[in-house]
């Protein structure tokens, strides 16, 4: 099939690489010409595992090209993809002004008797398709035009595998026309479709996200009490998970969510709820519990430091997950910068996400930066990890220690077994865990 993507950013691209992997002709637009320019010569500007491979591969097997014209996507292509950014506004409520932008350049570029299905596939407020279908209808008077409501699923770090071999495809749509033709696109994913009504599928999307920021809050909640009962939370996540209705993903407990998805999405549902008139409270509660996380690990530090002033502090992650350079909203940050703020001396290391946190201004220029994490260790009087990458898990531990002037670590991610860290002679602390008898 022929399909347009309007918005080479992250999810935009990995869907048009994908749709292009499974046999797809794909155009992908994007106003920035720098970005278009970039792609068309072959250089990816986000790191994502498989990603390069796949769009150079269909770069190459003529199925993936870009431009920067709107008209040329939508003129050749049967299904139109708006996957443009919804940054949160201040009050948390979405701006949509690209979504508004691009549904009036898709109705300028439609033509009269060319039947077109507009997908949109960013992540919106329940009732965003009525929206796009009315101005596109207001734009065009002409235009043959059905809206579906195509949400994402996928995770930075692994969205390629994610979108190869997704778990479901839901889409919404108010026609059969467009519910066949999206059900040719996503045939060769071999995934189990559902279909919905536009309303229901646009909810799915933040219900899904609120339902997983939803469960790490619990976790997270639930770490407090068993750092105040002497419980271990991993083995009560253990526990409940290998229960099928409960199921054990998204119970690890640490220092919070962040990333570009769950604080916006959480802030986002529970201004469509206000809107629609119906607060949301339990989800105000779990953005509550997730700020708090944070904050009982930095009194942990106090407590372990007294001081943080003037100490010197490696932090090993910046990510706001592993696999990924997202810097953005990442946990790792925040703590980063409350660190500094009470004086103390930063190193940081991270596999992919040092050169945008650096390039985004997101930490301040006296926090130094290491090549290597035993490099960020050089006299530190304290370890974090704030981000779990698997490259931690290679670094002699000794090695660790000798670095170190104090061999003292607060690992923000349960990524250590506290007893192997007892016995190297490390004071270890971690989130909802006893310390090693
Ligand atoms: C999330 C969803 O998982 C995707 O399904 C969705 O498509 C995506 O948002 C989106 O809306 O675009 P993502 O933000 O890439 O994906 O990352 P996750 O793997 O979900 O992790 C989010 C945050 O939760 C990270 O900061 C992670 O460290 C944290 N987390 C995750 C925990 O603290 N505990 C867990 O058990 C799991």
Known sequence: MELCIIGSGYVGLVTGACFAEVGHHVICVDNDQRKVDMLRAGKIPIYEPGLEELVHRNVSAKRLRFTTSTQEGVDGSQVIFIAVPTPPQPDGSVDMTYIEKVAREIAAALKPGAYRVVVDKSTVPVKTGDRVQATIQRYNKEAEFDVVSNPEFLREGCAVPDLMKPDRIVFGANSDRAADLMKRVYEPFKAPIFVTDIASAELIKHAANSFLSLKISYINALSAICEASGADVELVADGIGMDKRIGRHFLNAGLGYGGSCFPKDVKAFIAIAEELGVPFHLMKEVERINAAQLERFLRKMRDGLWVLKDKHIAVWGLAFKPDTDDV??????????????????????????????????????????????LEALNGAEALVLATEWKEFANVDLDEVKKK??????????????????????????????????
């Open 404 to 437: 170190m002037h104090t061999a003292l670590v607060f690992d923000g991610r349960n990524f250590f077994n506290p007893k192997t860290m007892k016995e190297l002679g490390f004071i270890y602390y971690s989130v909802g865990r006893p310390p090693a008898r």
């Open 328 to 373: 953005r909203n990442s946990v790792a940050i925040e703590l980063i910068n409350q660190l500094v703020k009470e004086g103390a001396h930063v190193t940081a290391y991270d596999p992919k996400g040092m050169e945008k946190a650096r390039e985004w201004k997101l930490i301040p220029d006296s926090v130094k930066l290491a090549d290597s994490p």
